[in-house]
């Protein structure tokens, strides 16, 4: 062998072992010292008794207990036993360094000093003064620890010494040498990895090598590997087939200033900044989407493989050198730790703008490549593995990170992660949702918006601030066309673009914050103190739980003003997408699977809309299922088209509240956009009013808007809850007289709340609301929801065509009327039916058709008698007994008392005024036989002056008078009307029936 080439190989032997075996050795050293250090440092720090303690424990002379002295002997000749054989073992590893150092003088005293300058840096002139001020404590010959030196002071090493390295590092991988050294000490792994057959002095096994490192565990292995990729990436140009792959993208993208000498080499230009080629490959992944396909894939490899150490970034690892000694000086360099430590810290304020940006780009690529996170692909191997999440998401050789957490979030719903996945699955989306410039699609859909709209919050680098602007814009759009219904007419400066708020919405489906509102950094920040006091979820329900706890309490005047907004914002998107809502997703997905047709594709798979999909909109499902409950289509199966009870109630829970804003519910917001513009002013206080609004002009919307609202409506009948006016106006009533009410559902609620509506106690308010909603409910035989629950069969039977409340009761009037049909009536519809006639006889606003027949005669007549009670009605009937009202009003009103007197529990009057009399005399009446069981012991209520006149003039409209012209005496009498309101009157009257009848 030539002198030349003996001492070549003798030069890189020496520099592989040093790799191998001095660097590893001289760590633990290191930390054996640093340890030794903290043992002195306690003990020193130790009062002076107890140093004594110590020091009598390990004497000698110390005092034994029985029996210790044989267990003591024969630990001391174990311990010497174990010290001779650490001496031999130190012997033979100082035999091996001394060795190692003979090597080293040997070729030393053989070489010449040119021969040392060609071979060894630290003896380079170019490099003589950079050693001397940043390395002088690194010996000459050790070239690796010189170079390792030198590079991290690239800024500053001199022009000249810089080329010295690069030339040095060129070598190094092209040498075939050097694959006969990684033969060495990489022997086992070869076969194992595939690397075999490699063509030497080409790199190929090193190359092959670097991509399969994180899976060997040689310790000797790796750290040759480690430090060898630590050279190699300090420059683009050492990668094996880089510049081939990239070579257009680096001249189109201006990323290196270098000039091609062939299809390998790149020779540097002379204005070029020393240490400025380890910056290209952060310059390329800048414009990542923007390069070849096989330059994505190269980029892509060589983040996978520098995934585990920040250092083998060297743009990041450069850029927030300060940060990583100032936030992460304690945390582990490998195993992606330092990568993890800078992301928490990323919008700390210490931070700089270059590291943040450099942070940025490096969170970029994991988002394209999930193995470029190396503790989520860690964490999370086997989970993707056992659910094939890469086996339809391969792209470009690698699996984007969205797609990933899609998949491993559908695994969740029916089997269970790993914790550590688990944990992952939340940083990442956490990172996604924090930095709008995570998302590329989110970046080119929405730029020029937030350039317009969110400047301010892009410049402010606060976490999660600009996704949140443009939430809040694109909601504040919705309320500007509500207002105008004109969206084309508003400057573009008002208007989040369709193709951002679709893209907002994706962002959100990705990341679903609904499943943990951690995820929301801003909604978290907002409302932590409110969650930490009202809404902390129980053991078991999980962070989804917290959401839901915030809605049901938006009213609480203790949330903050900005918490209920940024709730409010995250709520309009999440009511957009039925999977959103993990509690109602879960427990309604095999409902919506059989009722509604519903899929569930995850966003990234559903297809482009184009008008002839049979799959319906995901922010419809939801509507679907409330609307099987009303059982429309008369000629379905019901029970196959009706959800499960478990589901019935989480639906009822989201309808509740969404019922806070109409923009909760797409439904009938997306329905009824142009009737909210024309019909129903904005309120800025409360959005709910929006709902009541469409309510009370139901006959007038368009026939969308109708159904949509029909559906509501009927769901809000059963649970009064959504009707959040209502709620707030009655809230004391409810906690006074309907508390037990209040969580059964099933319509007990409103139930309880009309029985009590005309209480003196009761707030003048809370009446109005229950008022509203009556004549809400006459609109639509569905908006009762106890009479359409009870009457189901029976209607189908009688009055199959009717559609209106009032039709209900006016085709069933008649019915009760014939005692053979009557008989044939369930009786849990005739009680429901019997309840509507009742409350129907409270006020003629309830009765459309009496208000028409009568309207104009209770404003000529009754206009100074207060509505409510039957108090127009009554006043009514004793004008109609003077023959004053118009013959439409009178027939009608004899139609009212015909049914009256013979369904006595349809007499509001009767029923109300006479409650305690009825409960005291007539409890186990029959009762059609009511009023006569009150006649008979009406003598007997001597206390309650208001149910004797009652009966009294039930009497005289039934004919059951004193002589048979007592029904005329009011007319040849006017004054006995009046007259008939006096208690003694009624006596007399009485006793008069009873000598008449006998």
């Known amino acids: 062998m030539a002198y030349s080439s003996w001492v070549g190989m003798a030069f890189l032997l020496l520099c592989i072992s040093c790799l191998a075996q001095e660097i590893p050795t001289r760590q633990v050293g290191a930390e054996n010292a640093r340890l030794r250090r903290t043992r002195v440092s306690v003990a020193e720090g130790l009062p002076a008794a107890q140093r004594v303690k110590q020091t009598a424990a390990r004497s000698p002379g110390n005092a034994r207990q029985p029996g210790q002295g044989v267990q003591q002997a024969k630990l001391r000749t174990a311990q010497n036993t174990g010290r001779q054989g650490e001496v031999e073992r130190n012997a033979a590893v100082n035999v091996g360094r001394k060795s190692k150092v003979a090597s080293r003088e040997k070729v030393d005293s053989v070489m010449s000093e040119a021969e040392k300058a060609r071979n060894y840096i630290g003896h380079r002139p170019q490099c003589a003064e950079d050693v001397d001020v940043y390395c002088s404590n690194v010996q000459r010959e050790n070239n690796f620890q010189l170079l390792f030196c030198l590079q991290r002071q690239a800024e500053r090493v001199s022009k000249k010494c810089h080329q010295v390295l690069w030339q040095f590092k060129w070598n190094l991988t092209q040498d075939a040498r050097l694959d006969h050294t990684l033969q060495q000490w990489c022997k086992p792994e070869i076969p194992q990895s595939g690397c075999a057959g490699k063509e030497p002095g080409k790199g190929e096994l090193l190359s092959c090598l670097l991509s399969k490192r994180k899976d060997f565990s040689n310790p000797q292995c790796q750290s040759v590997l480690m430090r060898i990729q630590m050279i190699v990436f300090s420059d683009f140009r050492l990668i094996r087939g880089f510049v081939e792959d990239c070579r257009k993208d680096i001249e189109k993208f201006k990323c290196a200033k270098v000039q091609f000498v ?4 790149l020779r540097e230009q002379s204005d070029t900044p020393a240490g400025s080629q380890g910056l290209t490959i952060a310059c390329l992944e800048e414009h990542i989407d923007d390069l070849a396909e096989v330059c994505q894939k190269r980029l892509s490899v060589k983040e996978e493989q520098a995934a585990d ?8 690892a450069r850029a927030c050198q300060q940060e990583l000694e100032k936030f992460c000086s304690d945390v582990p360099v490998q195993q992606g730790k330092e990568y993890d430590c800078l992301y928490h810290h990323k919008f700390d304020e210490a931070v700089s703008k270059e590291c943040r940006r450099q942070i940025r780009r490096r ?3 994991e988002s394209r490549d999930y193995k470029a996170d190396y503790s989520f692909a860690k964490a999370c191997k086997g989970d993707i593995e056992k659910h094939h999440c890469l086996d339809s998401n391969i792209k470009y050789g690698f699996g984007r990170m969205a797609k990933i957490l899609l998949c491993l979030d559908e695994a969740a719903e029916d089997d269970e992660l790993s914790t550590n996945c688990e944990a992952k699955i939340e940083d990442a989306k956490e990172r996604i949702m924090g930095d709008f410039e995570l998302s590329h699609a989110l970046v080119d859909a929405c730029h020029q918006d937030v350039n317009s709209q969110c400047r301010e919050e892009a410049d402010s680098a606060k976490e999660g601030a600009v996704i949140e602007c443009l939430m809040g814009k694109v909601v504040d759009e919705e309320e500007d066309e509500d207002e105008d219904n004109q969206p084309q007419n508003r400057p573009a400066t008002g208007k989040v673009s369709e193709k951002c708020a679709n893209e907002i919405q994706r962002l959100i489906e990705r990341v679903d914050p609904g499943s943990d509102y951690h995820i929301d950094h801003t909604l978290e920040r907002s409302c932590k103190p409110f969650i930490m006091s009202e809404c902390t979820p129980d053991t078991g329900e ?6 839901s706890c915030l809605m049901e309490k938006v009213d609480n005047t203790k949330m903050p003003d900005e918490c209920r907004k940024h709730l409010m914002h995250l709520q309009y998107f999440i009511a ?3 999977k959103l809502d993990h509690q109602l997703y879960s427990t309604c997905k095999e409902d919506a699977n059989r009722i509604c047709s519903a899929s569930f594709m995850n966003p990234e798979e559903q297809p482009q809309e184009d008008g002839n999909s049979n799959e319906l909109p995901p922010q419809m ?3 679907c299922l409330y609307r099987a409950e009303i059982a429309e289509d008369e000629n379905e199966d019901e029970e196959s088209h009706r959800v499960s009870r478990s589901c019935h109630a989480e639906v009822l829970r ?18 009824c956009l142009t009737d909210l ?8 206080d409360d959005g709910s009013q929006e709902f009541k609004c469409l309510q009370q002009h139901y006959d007038r919307v368009t026939s969308t808007c109708r159904v949509a609202l029909k559906r509501w409506t009927a769901a809000e009948a059963e649970d009064i809850r959504m009707d959040k006016p209502l709620i707030r106006a009655c809230q004391a009533a409810i906690q006074k007289y309907c508390k037990e009410e209040a969580n059964r559902g099933e319509g007990a609620l409103i139930q309880c709340l009309v029985e009590h509506k005309n209480d003196a106690d009761l707030p003048h308010a809370c009446n109005e609301e229950i008022q509203d909603f009556q004549k809400i409910e006459m609109k639509d035989k569905s908006f009762d929801f106890n009479l359409r629950k009870a009457c189901r069969t029976d209607g189908k039977k009688f009055c199959p065509e009717v559609k209106t409340r009032q039709e209900v009761l006016d085709c069933f009037k008649d019915h009760l009327l014939d005692k053979e049909i009557e008989s044939q009536i369930s009786q849990e519809c005739l009680t429901q039916l019997k309840l509507a006639f009742k409350e129907r006889g409270e006020n003629i606003d309830l009765d459309s058709a009496l208000h028409n027949a009568c309207g104009q005669d209770a404003e000529q007549l009754c206009n100074s008698v207060s509505p409510g009670e039957a108090k127009v009605v009554e006043c009514l009937r004793e004008h109609d007994a003077r023959r004053e009202v118009s013959p439409g009003c009178h027939d009608l009103l004899q139609q009212r008392e015909e049914l009256q007197v013979k369904i006595p529990q349809v007499d509001y009057r009767l029923m109300t005024i006479c409650k305690s009399s009825i409960h005291r005399f007539c409890s186990e009446t029959h009762p059609r036989d009511i009023l006569y069981c009150l006649e008979d012991h009406k003598l007997a209520m001597s206390g309650d002056v208001g149910c004797q006149r009652v009966i009294t003039e039930r009497q005289i409209e039934a004919g059951r008078s004193t002589v048979p012209m007592l029904p005329y005496i009011h007319i040849l009498m006017p004054g006995v009307q009046i007259g008939l309101r006096n208690a003694a009157f009624c006596y007399l009257l009485q006793i008069l029936t009873w000598i008449h009848v006998w």
């Open 262 to 265: 062939d299809a390998n080499i």
């Open 309 to 316: 150490d920040v250092r083998l970034d060297r743009a990041l």
């Open 363 to 365: 969170q970029k690529i």
């Open 542 to 547: 999980g962070d989804a739980a917290v959401l």
């Open 576 to 578: 957009r997408d039925f």
């Open 621 to 623: 499902i939801l509507a």
């Open 654 to 671: 989201v309808l509740r509240e969404r019922a806070v804003s109409v923009r909760l519910n797409p439904a009938i917001h997306d329905a």
């Open 677 to 684: 513009g024309s019909l129903c002013p904005p309120s800025d």
